[in-house]
């Protein structure tokens, strides 16, 4: 048998009984419910269990003691019909009240529960016995309550549950089954019910929340569609964009070699070391591009970084970049864009020796600029971004090819040592020799 | 807690209810002492003022157990009657219409409470037989008992729980001993500090099993009795003899208390024919004697010459017990500075000789006695006066 009492009914009477300067009794109203539990499992087909549970929904508070009996314990139904009224065939039980006595039941007690459960009609009748202790220093008071079901003759004693009091360790609010019988519950919920159920007693919210919830389905849905086309734009664009790269670089050799020729042509020995000195450091870089471009997907920081910006670039050690000379090389860090917009071109230097061949999809170069799985750039790049100005960045970005074809003549001679120059300064404290090291 | 701290906390209306119980509530067989009240606790709210406990346990003796019963009234309705529980007993229930003093509570009578204590006691007699009846030996037992006038109305059951671990079952019987005290000297009676109260004897036999094959009676006297009787030593009642039954053995019981009783007021009869007979005889010779009791007796003789005390002492259970006497010289002292004496008790004495017998034989006795005993320090030279 399980028991439950809703809570605002079980401080209702445990506010009658504390009031009360001596015993206190009434009688509890509610219903009886029998739930019958059909349980399968492996071993066995099928299980059924019957459980009575009773439910205390109110209480009815007895003005006095003896209003319903008399010294030998005689119940009279006149009185008790008296304060019953017509609640009488809701009574499931009654309880008792008694300051710092034992928790059982007593003489008298049992003498009227036995005769109430003859009149009431009740086969189960219950008893609360509700026994509040104090310490001798009135400190600390306790209010024991404990259910009995007399009429058995063996587990008298039956645990009372009163929803979302007790376990302090639940987060959740437990709607309770015991229903709210009041009256004028009923008739405040009838009246103003149509502003919040529709005709088929379903709630209207539920409707407009799933209504909202389709909205934003087919909204997404249609987005999808849309970074779908722009990938694919994007896709095309890239295309372009590595083919027009490859031909910068082809028309750059051409024109190096053309050069070359020229000048072995006028003065053909004592060129010999710049030139060679040119070149090492070019196919170096290069080298060097192409070996880090597919490990570093981030950027390769210009060496005219600021040095906050440069000693978080130091991991990637390759700097890679010429284009040190250039004030504006902090602006040319891309910044970190939303999925689907247009990528910027890359602003570094890099693109001189990116043309390499061995040119991964991800490689740093391609305005993404992030990791190579698509996620935003990460807080490297974000920290520079915020310290340059976006206008300037959109600048660098048309002017970037520009930059990029100009210094393409210009370099060469001048590239190694700007390089050489450049790159201690912003990538590495260490030194130039270590860097140069790593280099070659 | 004791009865004044119990009066003084509970409630002023409950008082003289509480007052005829820890005063005089004497309830049952065993009433030397009076119920004892603890656990005084109050009903109302914890900011009350004052004395204002109204409820309470309640200890009663009851067949060798104590019973502990609480008793619950309600300080703010003082006329309505208390509510009991029974400790326990959790299956004991009275029925109503036989406790009159419930019915008609009246809380005005001061006595209305003791009343109803004792009338409950008497269901709760009536619910222990009822108990019985799970042994036919016991309830045989309990039946023949029942059946004598002299039993059935002071008794006492008390059937146990069974115990859970052997199954076995026990009950004890507490009996009073139909015993007339009323003879008993009254110098006997007095010498108790305590209040005796009423003069009992009671029998208590334990069955350890329902079978009765371990069966342990015990016998308790009130304490004056008890002293009048020479003390607990004194009384060894028979065991219980195996396959008899109580209403062959109480009656013996009974029948040994009563001999005892009988010895004890004869010896008191004997002892003061003894002194008187010595007082006729030995007239003025005669120092000091217990007037009261008759248990002691000096005696100041001469014996050519030669002058002595004699102590007599009469034990109680004269004249079965032979008088001891205690020779005294008056002349000489011992290393230890106490007077030179010397105890006699074999001479020649019957207990059936009357007082007067004795004395003359003690004259004769008396005769030869100093000179064997005070012999090799006297001079020869003594006669027996009487002075």
Redesign the interface.
């Known amino acids: 048998m399980a028991a439950s009492i809703s809570g605002y009914t079980f401080s209702s009477v445990c506010y009658h009984s504390a009031n009360s300067n001596s015993d206190h009794e009434g009688f509890l109203l509610g219903e009886v419910r029998h739930e019958e539990t059909v349980s399968i499992s492996d071993t066995q087909i099928s299980s059924s269990e019957l459980l009575q549970v009773v439910e205390v929904h109110n209480h009815e508070p007895c003005a006095q003691l003896f209003s319903f009996y008399d010294y030998a314990g005689q119940v009279n139904e006149e009185s008790l019909n008296r304060i019953l009224k017509d609640r009488r065939k809701n009574v499931i039980g009654w309880y008792r009240f008694r300051r710092n006595t034992q928790q059982q039941m007593s003489f008298r007690e049992q003498i009227i529960h036995k005769q109430l459960t003859q009149l009431l009609g009740v086969p189960d009748l219950v008893f609360l016995l509700f026994s509040f202790i104090s310490t001798a220093n009135n400190s600390t008071h306790a209010l024991e309550y404990v259910l009995f079901r007399p009429n058995r003759r063996y587990n008298q004693r039956v645990t009372l549950s009163i929803p979302n009091l007790g376990n302090t360790s639940q987060q959740e609010y437990k709607v309770s089954s015991v229903p709210n019988t009041s009256l004028n519950y009923a008739k405040v919920i009838k009246e103003h019910g149509a502003e919040f159920f529709d005709k088929d007693g379903v709630m209207k919210d539920i409707r407009t929340i799933f209504q909202v919830y389709g909205a934003l389905q087919d909204k997404v849905q249609s987005v999808c569609g849309e970074v779908e086309q722009s990938e694919r734009v994007k896709e095309k664009v890239q295309e372009e964009v590595n083919k027009l790269k490859q031909q910068i670089v082809l028309r750059k050799r051409k024109t190096t070699d053309e050069e070359r020729r020229l000048q072995e042509a006028q003065n053909p020995e004592p060129r010999l070391t710049p030139e060679e000195n040119t070149e090492p450091p070019e196919t170096s870089l290069l080298s060097r591009v192409a070996f880090h471009t597919p490990s570093t997907p981030e950027r390769p920081g210009p060496s005219a970084n600021p040095p906050a910006y440069a000693d978080l670039l130091s991991l990637q050690n390759d700097s890679l970049l010429p284009f040190s000379s250039s004030p504006t090389s902090a602006a040319l860090l891309p910044r970190p864009q939303a999925v689907g917009s247009p990528g910027h071109p890359s602003p570094s230097p890099l693109g001189l020796g990116l043309s390499a061949g061995p040119n991964p999809a991800p490689s740093p170069g391609t305005p993404y600029l992030g990791n190579g799985d698509g996620s935003s750039s990460d807080s490297l790049d974000r920290q520079a971004a915020g310290q340059e100005d976006d206008e300037e960045d959109d600048d660098d970005d048309s002017s970037e090819y520009e930059n990029l074809v100009s210094e393409v003549g210009q370099l060469p001679p001048v590239s190694a040592s700007v390089l050489l120059q450049g790159r201690p300064a912003a990538l590495s404290p260490d030194g130039d020799a270590s860097v140069r090291g790593s280099q070659t | 807690m004791s009865p004044e701290v119990a009066l003084n906390r509970i409630s002023p209306e409950l008082r003289p209810l509480l007052c005829s119980v820890v005063r005089n509530g004497r309830v049952g067989l065993d009433s030397t002492n009076c119920l004892r009240v603890t656990d005084l606790?109050?009903?109302?709210?914890?900011l009350?003022p004052g004395p204002c406990c109204d409820?309470f346990k309640l200890h009663i003796p009851y067949a060798g157990e104590t019973l502990k019963w609480?008793i619950?009234f309600?300080?703010?309705?003082p006329e309505?009657?208390p509510?009991?529980?029974?400790g326990e007993d959790?299956e004991f229930?009275?029925e109503?219409?036989e406790?009159p003093h419930?019915?008609?509570?009246d809380a005005g009578d001061p006595e209305c409470l003791l009343q109803l204590v004792k009338e409950l006691i008497q269901q709760y007699h009536q619910y222990q037989c009822q108990r019985l009846r799970e042994s036919s030996r016991l309830l045989f037992e309990y039946d023949s008992l029942l059946e004598d006038p002299n039993y059935s109305r002071s008794m006492e059951i008390y059937a146990g729980h069974k115990n859970s671990w052997t199954g076995e079952f026990s009950a004890r019987f507490l009996l009073k001993l139909p015993v007339d005290f009323s003879n008993i000297p009254v110098y006997l009676l007095k010498d108790t500090t305590l209040d005796p109260g009423e003069d009992v004897a009671l029998l208590s036999v334990s069955f350890e099993d329902a079978e009765a094959t371990q069966v342990f009676p015990k016998l308790y006297l009130s304490p004056s009795i008890e002293h009048a009787l020479g003390g607990s030593s004194a009384l060894h009642i028979p065991a219980f003899p195996s396959g008899g039954c109580l209403i062959d053995y109480v009656p013996q019981v009974c029948q040994l208390l009563t001999n005892k009783v009988q010895y004890v007021i004869q010896g008191y009869h004997k002892r003061r024919e003894y002194i008187a007979a010595f007082l006729s005889h030995f007239g003025m010779g005669v120092v000091e004697y217990d007037a009261e009791g008759f248990t002691k007796l000096t005696l100041l003789l001469m014996w050519k010459d030669f002058c002595f005390l004699v102590h007599v002492d009469l034990p109680l259970y004269f004249p079965r017990d032979q008088p001891t006497l205690t020779f005294q010289s008056v002349y000489h002292f011992t290393n230890s500075g106490q007077l030179y004496s010397q105890v006699q008790k074999s001479y020649p004495y019957s207990p059936r000789w009357d007082g007067n017998e004795m004395a003359k034989r003690q004259e004769t006795c008396k005769a030869v006695e100093p000179a064997t005993i005070f012999g090799p320090a006297l001079p020869r030279q003594i006669h027996f006066i009487s002075i």
Do not use: E, H, M
Request: proline fraction near 10%.
């Open positions: 606790k109050t009903g109302c709210t914890s009350t409820r609480d619950i309600n300080a703010r309705d309505l009657p509510d009991f529980i029974f959790a229930l009275p109503p219409s406790l419930l019915v008609q509570w």
